[in-house]
């Protein structure tokens, strides 16, 4: 495999990952507005939504995730989600013994 | 070892995966859950504060908005670093890369400038929870950044000097896998730490 084509394999020209960027941008726009104009309830899901669409663009894109083997995205996401799992449940057990 | 087969010099076991990658996928994976711990315990005591000023008194918001969107910018030009190395074309690899460690620099003096104001404004670190969860993340995190701005000019003079031992494509993609992972972990912080009012 040359190294050329282990570049294609990965699928994202230059101008591929500017538009990303740009996306990315977009949304830290939007992400900042929410700091000045009210959204009322859909503060908190429209905030915590964005994050999530803006971690997994950098991961799959930027991290090349979505284009390499599927090994790696099971490490990393295993990792994530026991990171999740596990502070999720501390955290509820504070809450639990505090109330 | 048989199995073992060389691939532009990048080893790579029966599998056919790279170890160097599968190994710096394991360390991110693990880094997750150091994160993790630390942004839990922010959580956890971000109300407690004391007789200290309170997260939405000291935050400077529309200041951390540009660190944050410098940090991700350099991610753009690590991307473009790592495509580079993927072509072989070396100046364009030193010069992306020597954006993105400098780009780098950028936020990691914007915090150390965050952190001066908001100690000058009476939050030390032994000032309340918050402020020491506060610090112990976002300095975390700036350390990490600290010890990817040193990788990068390492690789730059690396590169120079043709001292990458095996694949020099896969050498950046490695320093550019870690330092996408301090995005994600910034994309992060700056939502749940910045944006959320406690």
């Not at chain 1, 740009?22 to 429209?46: K, N, R």
């Not at chain 2, 000019?153 to 950046?172: C, D, H, W, Y």
Request: aromatic letters at 14%.
């Amino acid at each position: 495999m040359t190294e050329q084509h282990a570049h294609e394999e990965h699928g994202m020209s230059n101008a591929g990952y500017v538009r990303i960027a740009l996306i990315l941008a977009a949304i830290t726009a939007l992400e900042v507005s929410t700091y000045y104009v009210d959204f009322g309830p859909l503060f908190m899901p429209a905030l915590m939504v964005m994050m999530v669409v803006k971690f997994v663009m950098v991961v799959s894109y930027f991290m090349h995730l979505k284009f390499d083997k599927r090994v790696f995205s099971v490490m990393f996401y295993a990792g994530l989600f026991l990171a999740i799992f596990v502070y999720a449940v501390a955290l509820s057990s504070f809450k639990f013994f505090i109330a | 070892m048989a199995e073992l087969v060389q691939e532009h010099g990048a080893q790579h076991g029966s599998t056919g995966i790279s170890n160097a990658k599968l190994g710096m996928w394991l360390f991110l994976g693990s880094e997750c859950l150091l994160f993790g711990g630390l942004i839990s315990t922010y959580m956890l005591y971000r109300g407690r504060v004391g007789d200290g000023p309170t997260p939405m008194q000291i935050f400077d918001i529309p200041f951390t908005s540009v660190s944050s969107f410098v940090l991700l910018m350099s991610s753009l030009t690590m991307v473009l670093a790592v495509s580079a190395a993927t072509k072989a074309d070396d100046r364009s690899t030193e010069l992306w890369l020597t954006v993105t460690a400098l780009l780098g620099a950028t936020f990691v003096g914007g915090q150390v400038y965050e952190f001066t104001a908001f100690y000058n404004e009476g939050l030390g670190f032994s000032t309340s929870l918050f402020a020491s969860s506060f610090y112990v993340l976002t300095g975390f995190h700036g350390v990490h950044v600290t010890v990817g701005i040193i990788m990068l000019f390492a690789l730059v003079a690396m590169i120079k000097r043709n001292r990458i031992p095996g694949s020099k494509s896969e050498t950046v993609e490695m320093i550019g896998l870690y330092w996408h992972f301090v995005d994600i972990v910034w994309i992060v912080i700056f939502t749940l730490i910045y944006l959320i009012p406690v």
